[in-house]
């Protein structure tokens, strides 16, 4: 059974800093593109940034340019999520998605047939 984990999640204060994290298991995504995506209350789930399988190729939404970093460690199976000057906008549920091996970066949920649970971010200001 393939799962991805999420974790990291928290409260913070506008201006600082998270870590979000997702682990693999059940099956290898180092040959997968890997996302994380983002849902707010009432809101679409929205893409927030991919990396490639091989971490040549790195997308980002337009709203976290120069804030959010996206890397991965295939050996150890995970996608890892750096955001810093985090904003009361960027509070949602965070979750990582992973496609079929060698598929490029897409920005549609429909592009991704593996999901993790979430992890919740707030930002209060």
């Known amino acids: 059974q393939v799962q991805l984990v999420e974790s990291g999640g928290g409260l913070v204060q506008a201006g600082g800093s998270l870590r979000l994290s997702c682990a693999a298991s059940?099956?290898?995504?180092?040959?997968?593109?890997l996302a994380w995506f983002r849902q707010a209350p009432g809101k679409e789930r929205e893409f927030v940034a991919g990396?490639?399988?091989?971490?040549?190729?790195?997308r980002y939404a337009d709203s976290v340019k120069g804030r959010f970093t996206i890397s991965r460690d295939s050996a150890k199976n995970t996608v890892y999520l750096q955001m810093n000057s985090l904003k009361p906008e960027d509070t949602a549920v965070y979750y990582c998605?992973?496609?079929?091996?060698?598929?490029?970066?897409?920005?549609?949920?429909?592009?991704?047939?593996?999901w993790g649970q979430g992890t919740q971010v707030t930002v209060s200001s």
């Open positions: 059940g099956r290898t995504f180092s040959s997968s593109s």
């Open positions: 998605a992973g496609r079929d091996p060698y598929n490029s970066i897409v920005v549609v949920t429909t592009g991704y047939p593996y």
């Open positions: 990396i490639s399988w091989n971490g040549y190729t790195i």
